[in-house]
């Protein structure tokens, strides 16, 4: 019965969906459940929701499937798959499955993370979810000192924190969270993203690498000068390991329009020949779109039908 209502999904979908193409965003694939990551599947459902694009769809390589799309030569029920950041699990956990499924898929790598430093994100979710510290002092961002009782109380400061040094400039963010670290008893993690031999191993599984910038910043807040310096310090970082083409895709960091990057950074991101660029706004891409700035679409739905019938909503929406 499941796999009928699938079908019936597939009849309509395949109808509406030549020249379009939703763009699948991850950022983790996780081994086992995280109640403080709780928007990355566990391998168990991304697992599911490849087998649903590998029945259902006609998966491809991002790079191939904008070229027709470009040239309106896109076939129906075409989809790729996309992961921010650069993850090891990416390659621990998710590529494993892509490879089983013949299923391709391009990373975002922010190069800065390639020697064993986490992100700054996952530094604050590490300090504020360790169940062995229960006194934070969060008076540097204004936000009191606390007793922690419950995980919901975990929850809401990982929120605060989050919400009020993400908008900093690269370096004041930087020195601002290293200080909350240091001053609430942090204690170092393993690495939590690919290192460069790492990245080398997810080509072979028939995984993309492409552009992410450097640090990661927010490059609405930068000036033009330091944004062409997180795009080509990150293009040179690829390329001299021997994981990417100079004129690779990009994805922008956390990628709204305005909130995030400008129309100074869409220019820089094709002045330095970088193919597409990737956003982080809900949409499928068509050939009228903006190849330097591309929406994505959900990959939220955890559960295989629910997951499916979102896709055909937001391509019958397009």
């Excluded at 191939?64 to 029920?77: F, M, S, T």
């Excluded at 992410?212 to 000068?225: K, R, W």
């Amino acid at each position: 019965m499941m796999w009928f209502a699938h079908r019936v999904i597939q009849n309509v979908y395949r109808r509406v969906s030549a020249n379009k193409l939703p763009v699948l965003m991850y950022h983790q694939v996780l081994a086992k459940p995280d109640p403080y990551r709780s928007c990355s599947p566990t391998a168990e459902q991304f697992h599911r929701q490849m087998e649903i694009l590998q029945r259902f769809f006609n998966p491809l390589a991002l790079d191939d499937a904008l070229e027709l799309l470009r040239q309106k030569k896109l076939p129906p029920n075409s989809i790729c798959i996309t992961f921010d950041d650069g993850y090891l699990n990416n390659l621990t956990v998710a590529a494993p499955i892509l490879k089983q499924l013949n299923i391709p898929a391009t990373v975002y790598v922010a190069s800065a993370f390639t020697d064993g430093e986490n992100m700054w994100n996952d530094k604050i979710v590490d300090l504020l979810s360790d169940e062995e510290l229960t006194a934070y002092d969060l008076s540097l961002i204004d936000a009191g000192k606390h007793v922690i009782i419950n995980n919901s109380q975990r929850h809401h400061l990982i929120d605060i924190t989050l919400s009020h040094v993400k908008y900093l400039p690269i370096e004041q963010r930087i020195k601002l969270v290293d200080k909350l670290l240091i001053g609430n008893g942090y204690r170092q993690q393993a690495p939590k993203m690919m290192d460069r031999v790492q990245l080398q191993e997810i080509i072979q599984y028939g995984v993309t690498v492409a552009a992410h910038t450097h640090d990661h910043p927010i490059m609405a807040v930068l000036s033009v000068e330091q944004q062409q310096q997180q795009l080509q310090t990150n293009i040179d970082c690829l390329v001299q390991w021997q994981v990417a083409e100079p004129a690779m895709g990009f994805a922008y960091p956390n990628g709204k329009i305005e909130q995030d990057f400008n129309q100074q950074t869409a220019d820089l991101v094709k002045k330095l020949g970088l193919s597409y660029a990737v956003t982080t706004h809900d949409g499928i891409c068509t050939p009228d779109s903006d190849f330097y700035q591309l929406p994505r679409a959900s990959s939220w739905e955890k559960r295989p039908l629910r997951f499916h019938l979102r896709l055909l909503l937001d391509m019958i929406r397009a």
